[in-house]
């Protein structure tokens, strides 16, 4: 059986969408469409963060605390996946309540001096949905990467839909220990019970265990602690390729490559564990990566550019 790949870019302000369209020729005078997996980037404003943050220094955490300078603008990535079984969204961005004097707490040093946001009302992931044609309302399940406010800032957005959560870090970002990690669980939706994702032992590559969203086996849930605890990362798997939806597991491809890692991780050996499990799948698959914060993550899912061995 031969296979044709159609990739349809869309660009809207703020967000495109790219169709993987599967198409198998029957006979010489038939082609028959397979269903459209179609895959939107839906950024959600911009962070400023400290240059130690994305790339980790001597002193992990309190370097960043330390740090005078910052990053440019950086994206705020979430993902909306349209499929037969239906749509799925990786991540919710943040809100634009961020702006709101006493959104985040005071005595909290790293939201008081290490980061920034620029994010309008308009921006939130709800808005930027309907952009390109989906109605929040219709979203079956949404699925987060980790608990840190960029990614679970649009969750008021989905009080109608699953949401698939890893449980280690679910436990670990509640109450006062929660606040005290970066966490802000007292901004989470009051209806907000998700579920913890289910993890079998089904090996995916180098990833001892998996969870597989859909029925037909194409999107995963995969553990990529590192950036916090129980980090996980999102496969789609459509036209030959796996698109590999990383939330922070780096904040770039490039600083995978060079196996960098941030520099609030609690763990460094644990994030570098990560990055190489990631970098040994994409050796044996076909992958195309796409980090939150990566401002060339929609470029590469444009082009399906796959990521390549590093000589690290």
């Known amino acids: 059986m031969l296979e044709w790949i159609r990739v349809i870019p869309n660009s809207p302000p703020q967000a495109s969408s790219f169709n993987v369209t599967p198409l198998c020729r029957l006979s010489n005078s038939k082609i028959a469409l397979r269903p459209v997996i179609r895959i939107h980037p839906i950024q959600t404003g911009h962070v400023k963060i400290k240059p ?3 790339r980790r220094e001597a002193g992990g955490l309190l370097r960043v605390l330390l740090d005078r300078t910052w990053t440019e603008w950086l994206p705020i990535y979430a993902w909306a996946i349209e499929h037969p079984e239906g749509i799925i969204v990786v991540d919710t961005g943040d809100t634009a309540r961020t702006s709101e004097p006493g959104y985040f707490p005071r005595w909290h040093p790293y939201h008081r001096i290490a980061v920034r946001f620029d ?3 308009e921006q939130e992931i709800g808005p930027q949905l309907e952009k390109v044609g989906i109605d929040p309302k219709e979203v079956r399940t949404v699925i987060l990467t980790h608990f840190h406010t960029d990614h679970t800032g649009g969750l008021h957005h989905f009080p109608e839909s699953e949401i698939l959560v890893p449980g280690d870090g679910y436990e670990s970002a509640q109450g006062f220990t929660g606040k005290l990690q970066g966490y802000l669980p007292h901004r989470w939706p009051e209806w907000f019970a998700p579920t913890p994702i289910p ?6 590559g180098p990833f001892e265990q998996s969870y597989s969203v859909t029925e037909a086996g194409d999107v995963l849930v995969v553990p990529t602690p590192g950036h916090t605890p129980g980090h996980v990362s999102v496969i ?12 922070d597991t780096s904040y770039t491809e490039e600083l995978l490559l060079e196996r960098k890692a941030d520099g609030v991780s609690p763990e ?3 994030t570098i564990a990560t990055i190489d499990a990631i970098r040994d799948y994409a050796r044996t698959e076909p992958t195309v990566y796409l980090p939150s914060h990566d401002p060339q993550s929609v470029e590469r899912l444009e082009q399906r550019q796959r990521l390549t061995s590093s000589p690290v």
């Open 236 to 247: 789609v798997k459509a036209d030959g390729i796996s698109y590999f939806l990383a939330g």
């Open 199 to 204: 993890f079998e032992d089904v090996a995916i």
């Open 119 to 121: 994010i309008a009302r």
């Open 52 to 54: 130690s943050q994305r």
């Open 268 to 270: 460094k050996s644990t």
